[in-house]
């Protein structure tokens, strides 16, 4: 039910105050009475009413003064003012005016008059206060990051804010809401849609078409409000492509903990059962008696047996995360050194290698460096078909060194991408899926971070971003 707007009166005699409450009581006014111009400054700054019925002729500070002074308080100069008094003159007027009342009722009142006066101008100030109410929902709607939206019962959107129109674009007027739901989020949205009402807000997740026709995975909360004469549901829309990308981070973060912890002891046993039978190969070597056959056989167990090493200690590097980097490198000129290698890796791809001439220094060492670096250029040769192009790039600034490595090869869907530092994981028949994963280890035990970029037939780049080493900048 709306509030009675609130009327003070002013006046220093009981009977004007008699007179003027007598004729708004009848009007149904919530009445505050002041019989001073200071009583009036200080209930004013109280209570802030709907308009002030002020006496002109007043002895410690008369109404014009009390105007001027109302009209400097930030809190009460927007009050509406309407004197009485029984100065009729045209000067006097005037300086009521100048000193910033709205209005004069002469003496002796006339009800009728008065009453309307006063109904005229609270309304006026209400549907100010209104005014400039709805201005500063409006401004916060327009700075929210979150949509706003005012959908109609028969699903046209009425009314939406600018982070709106960053989600779904800018021709949001007026349309069917059910075009921007995903038929597979259909049924989820009509059922949330009933079930809004004025007392019960209702929230729901579903995936929308986001500008571009990109998928848009949202959660709607909203409540059935009237807008403009209309029935409708106001609602927030949020995107929740983040939330959902931090939580399958942290579930994978998780997954390749428990791996690790798992990985870590096989491969120390692992180790173990190696150890032994290279110490039984050294025995055997003594007992061959110069036959060349059993020699060579050894030896083929034995390079065996190195190739097995070289995957434990790959298991192990992923399994603690990689090493804590205790030196400094200068990552191009290991990429530059390495080059004649990559080149043998690339396998006929055309390889390009791009350093800069400034020492790029990063926390870690060399066999770390040549370590990612090798494993990318075999990821990107595995990707490429028959020919193409990859190419490495060091760069630095003086916030970070970059290491790239783009290839032209096939690309990989979302799904893939989703899982390529996964261990284990792997899209071919060769392979043990632990070379990027010792990639992700690595860079993350050196405090950097690696993004992928690729696309179907598009190709793929690993750029990885380091921290300068702290000699390197002097830190």
């Known amino acids: ?237 949020r995107d929740m492509s983040e939330q959902i990308q931090l939580r399958d981070r942290l579930h994978q973060g998780q997954r390749l903990e428990a791996i690790a912890r798992a990985t870590s002891g096989l491969a120390h046993d692992f180790a173990n059962y190696l150890t032994a039978i290279v110490i039984g190969l050294g025995l055997l070597r003594g007992r061959t008696n110069g036959d060349q056959e059993a020699r060579e056989l050894l030896d083929e167990i034995e390079k065996r047996c190195e190739e097995a090493s070289a995957l434990v200690r790959q298991i192990n590097t992923f399994a603690r995360g990689g090493e804590p980097p205790g030196e400094r490198v200068d990552l191009g000129r290991v990429a530059r050194e390495m080059e004649p290698m990559l080149r043998h890796l690339a396998l006929g791809a055309d390889l390009e290698v791009r350093t800069p001439a400034e020492p790029a220094w990063v926390a870690g060492d060399a066999s770390q460096m040549r370590q990612i670096i090798s494993n990318l250029v075999l990821n990107a040769r595995a990707a490429i078909a028959e020919s193409g192009t990859i190419l490495v790039a060091v760069a630095r600034d003086e916030d970070s060194v970059r290491l790239d490595v783009c290839d032209t090869g096939a690309g990989m869907d979302e799904d893939t991408r989703a899982r390529i530092f996964e261990p284990y994981f792997t899209t071919r028949t060769e392979g043990t899926g632990l070379g990027l994963a010792t990639v992700h280890g690595i860079v993350r035990a050196c405090g950097g971070r690696i993004e992928v970029e690729s696309e179907l037939g598009e190709g793929t780049t690993f750029a990885i971003t380091l921290p300068p080493s702290r000699e390197a900048t002097g830190r």
């Open 1 to 237: 039910m709306p509030i009675a707007p609130t009327v003070l009166i002013v006046d220093d005699t009981p009977a004007g105050r008699e007179v003027l409450q007598g004729v708004l009581a009848q009007e149904g006014y919530q009445i505050l009475v002041a019989d001073s111009g200071h009583a009036a400054l200080q209930l004013a700054q109280e209570s802030h009413p709907d308009v002030i019925l002020l006496d002109a002729m007043m002895p410690d500070l008369d109404g014009f003064e009390v105007c001027r002074r109302l009209r400097r308080e930030p809190q009460c100069s927007e009050i509406p003012v309407i004197m009485v008094t029984a100065l009729d003159d045209r000067g006097s007027r005037h300086l009521g005016f100048e000193a910033g009342a709205d209005d004069f009722v002469s003496k002796p009142v006339d009800r009728i008059e008065l009453r309307l006066r006063v109904r005229t101008i609270t309304r006026l100030n209400r549907f100010r206060r209104l005014a400039e109410a709805r201005a500063r929902f409006a401004h916060l709607a327009d700075l929210s990051p979150d949509g706003i939206i005012a959908i109609s019962r028969d699903a046209r959107v009425l009314m939406h804010n600018p982070a709106a129109a960053r989600m779904f674009g800018d021709e949001l007027p007026e349309r069917d809401f059910h075009e921007l739901v995903r038929p597979g989020s259909l049924e989820a949205f009509r059922d949330w849609f009933s079930r809004v009402t004025p007392e019960r807000t209702a929230a729901v997740r579903l995936e929308a078409i986001g500008r571009g026709g990109a998928r848009l995975p949202l959660e709607l909360s909203g409540i059935a409000a009237p807008w403009e004469a209309a029935d409708a549901v106001v609602c927030v829309t």
